[in-house]
């Protein structure tokens, strides 16, 4: 039942060859099985999920199944939900239990979603591999003995799609979290549009480049997924007046992209980059596929593409600090007393905020200072408008773009990377946060040792189909079975 996709297990419930609560009780006992081992969920929530399950197998019945109706969800903890602890894996947050549920994790709930628990990630959300959880990193299921990374800061949601101990899962992309490892766990992970899923309830990190979106194990699961979690929200400001349209038209299985005359840009500034020798044969594999079908490759130049890692870790942190001024023992989570008002801030922030979350702060609160403000923000900020410039006349040349969105694959999670060492993992990936830019990570194919890799299809401003519809053409050029078998054990 666990190797159903999310497309195939619908047919099967709405047939009633299975019920909801059976293929939910598949899941519980995977995680039961798996869940220590693979460090994936925070917090698993069985009683909500059998009575999800309960309720999905009532509407079976009765004729008023929804959408994802019976669906097992894995929710990244970064997702407010309320009455269930939603801790951003962070020690501050530890024992928060929202009064109020994010509007991704309600409209996947009012879609007949059973949620099955919390999904682990990096600290608030900062990271490439899942380390600075406070609850220890997530492990890949793939080759499981050598403990790797399954990507970050979305560790948990990719690690339990992978295994089979979700379905489906939700993560955020501020920089490449949902991308990055979507890809190096062989998934799809769909960053959409800025403003077409709403990040309202969704525990800041930097709201200007944080995009909620799907993980699943194929485009097409990812597409009807989004369907669900997009749409305007008046609760958000930045939610797009478009995102109903734009979810209005996924709902519908996702039809081949002619690629015949498909003008498909590869920036330029991205050849120069070292990426490992599976990665460039897979690329050139894929590129030629393109062509073989029709596509015609055109190269394309962003010229401060490269310049868009530094722009990004100058307005992430600064953004990063603003929003979690919050977490000050006040009103949120932790509080360890100090003698006065502000030594019990110091000291709830010094317990509460692990090292990378604190080196964020400061990174960001220096380079809002006056004296850094023109030089640092500033200057970032209009190299981030110069780089989205760049990318609109880009796509006055072409339709779509494609790009690697690794240099390597997977690593031991024991690997210690100093922090420019993490921050690099976000070289291909970053660009398309700063931009706004629809970007589908997708598996281009297994390296010589057997890991994933993944490439990235990247569109214009709301052109999210498109986007899916020519990660699908890749998907199928791969034909990868993402499925490790070292934990599927059955
Ligand atoms: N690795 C990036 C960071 O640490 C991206 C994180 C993300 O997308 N949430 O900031």
């Known amino acids: ?160 799609v992978a295994s089979g101990l ?76 478009q995102a109903d349209e734009i979810a209005a038209s996924l709902k519908a299985p996702l039809t081949p992209l002619p690629l015949k005359g498909l003008k498909i840009g590869v920036v330029k500034e991205f050849n120069d980059v070292e990426i490992c020798e599976d990665m460039k044969s897979l690329w050139m594999d894929r590129i030629k596929d393109l062509k073989d079908s029709g596509a015609e490759i055109i190269e394309v130049s962003i010229p401060n593409i490269i310049d868009g890692l530094a722009v990004y870790y100058v307005i992430g942190p600064a953004e990063a600090s603003s929003n979690l001024a919050r977490y000050d023992g006040m009103r949120y989570g932790l509080r360890v007393p100090g003698k006065d008002l502000v030594d019990t801030y110091k000291k709830t922030r010094t317990a509460g905020f692990g090292e990378e979350v604190q080196r964020r702060i400061i990174v960001g609160t220096a380079v809002l200072s006056s004296e850094s403000y023109e030089v640092y923000f500033m200057q970032a900020a209009k190299v981030r408008r110069m780089i989205a410039d760049s990318f609109d006349a880009a796509f006055g040349q072409c339709d779509l773009m494609l790009c690697p969105v690794s240099a390597g694959p997977a690593f031991p999670v024991a690997n210690k990377l100093t922090p420019l060492e993490d921050y690099a993992l976000d070289l291909f990936t970053g660009a398309m946060n700063l931009t706004g830019l629809p970007a589908c990570a997708v598996p281009a194919g297994l390296t010589k040792d057997g890991l994933p890799l993944g490439v990235q299809v990247v569109g214009r401003k709301f052109d999210d189909l498109r986007v899916l519809q020519l990660a699908k053409h890749l998907e199928t050029f791969t034909a990868l079975d993402n499925r490790p078998t070292t934990v599927m054990g059955e």
């Open 166 to 241: 979700a379905l489906i899962a939700t993560g955020t992309d501020t920089g490449g979290s949902i991308r990055f490892p979507a890809a190096i766990t062989g998934l799809v992970g769909m960053k959409p549009t800025y403003g077409l899923c709403s990040r309202w309830g969704c525990v800041a990190f930097a709201s200007s480049l944080d995009h909620p979106g799907p993980i699943a194990r194929t485009v097409d699961d990812a597409a009807l997924m989004l369907s669900v979690m997009a749409g305007h929200d008046p609760k958000e400001s930045t939610s797009a007046s």
């Open 1 to 160: 039942m666990i190797d159903l996709t999310l497309t195939q297990a619908l047919k099967k419930l709405q047939s009633r060859e299975i019920s909801a609560t059976e293929l939910t009780r598949a899941y519980l006992d995977r995680i039961e099985k798996f869940g220590k081992e693979l460090n994936c969920y925070i917090t698993v929530t069985p009683e909500r999920a059998l009575a999800d399950a309960a309720e999905s197998d009532r509407r079976y019945a009765n004729g008023t199944a929804r959408p994802l109706e019976g669906i097992p969800l894995g929710m990244k903890d970064l997702f407010s939900t309320k009455g269930i602890r939603t801790t951003a894996a962070s020690r501050i947050l530890e024992n928060f239990i929202p009064e109020y549920e994010s509007t991704v994790s309600q409209k996947l709930a009012d879609a007949g979603c059973v949620l099955l628990g919390k999904l682990n990630l990096d600290e608030f959300a900062m990271g490439s591999t899942g380390t600075t959880s406070y609850f220890g990193p997530a492990i890949s299921p793939w080759k499981l003995s050598e403990k790797l990374t399954p990507g970050g800061s979305s560790s948990g949601p990719t690690s339990a």
